[in-house]
């Protein structure tokens, strides 16, 4: 099975509401990356984590290497977050390999 | 500037034709990344560069191949291009010693006729 599970697939927020993506991991991973893809196509690095918490603005990112996990939280959602969200970790294998979720569709809508 | 550049962005071939993707970066990071994207299926690495001539396959790497002579850049070549290797394929870089923060470039998109 896929070792990176993203969720939901898909996401539709109103302007101002709030949600969260998730990514469950079948093993031990190091560390944790949020990427959004915006609208040239490009994947614009959010976060990084080797553990606990980080908030930039309007996103926070939590990872717990034990529990086998990431979020990513969004609050008061603008028209401008709407994009392709990933996640992708990296596990212990030491050889730079990072996995990615599928990836969440996210669409703000006024 | 930290940047990540793939040329070129858009590209049309013929099956079995050749295929030059080139990616450079200004950061002199050590790690370099072909990963390709597609529908449904995320983001899958196709071959990974430790350094100069230090390459090592991905999970997809059958059907092509790469060239690192240096650090800056970091080439992926398909010698028989096949439909279905009509994809989105993005570059990237970080420092070595671990992933570390990933930059990506903008997507070279690819389609074989």
């Known amino acids: 099975g896929d070792q990176v599970e993203q969720s939901p697939s898909a996401l539709s927020l109103h302007e101002g509401t709030g949600s969260a993506l998730r990514c469950n991991f079948t093993t031990t991973m190091r560390a944790v990356q949020w990427f959004r893809k915006n609208s040239r196509g490009s994947l614009i690095n959010l976060f990084y984590l080797a553990s606990g918490t980080k908030e930039n603005g309007r996103l926070k990112s939590a990872f717990d290497s034990k529990e086998r996990y990431s979020t990513l939280h969004i609050r008061d959602a603008q028209l401008e977050d709407s994009g392709t969200y990933f996640c992708a970790a990296e596990d212990d294998s030491g050889y730079n390999k990072l996995t990615f979720g599928k990836g969440t569709v996210l669409l703000v809508s006024p | 500037d930290m940047k990540v550049t793939q040329m070129p962005r858009y590209l049309i071939k013929r099956m079995g034709e050749n295929v030059l993707l080139e990616c450079g970066q200004d950061m002199s990071h050590e790690t370099m990344y072909w990963y390709r994207q597609d529908p449904g299926l995320g983001l899958q690495l196709i071959y990974i560069s430790y350094d100069v001539d230090s390459n090592s396959e991905g999970d997809i790497p059958k059907g092509y191949r790469v060239s690192r002579k240096k650090r800056e850049h970091f080439s992926l070549i398909l010698d028989s291009a096949k439909t279905n290797q009509t994809s989105v394929y993005f570059c990237?870089?970080?420092w070595g010693g671990g992933t570390g923060q990933l930059y990506f470039g903008e997507g070279s998109k690819l389609t074989v006729l």
């Open positions: 990237a870089s970080s």
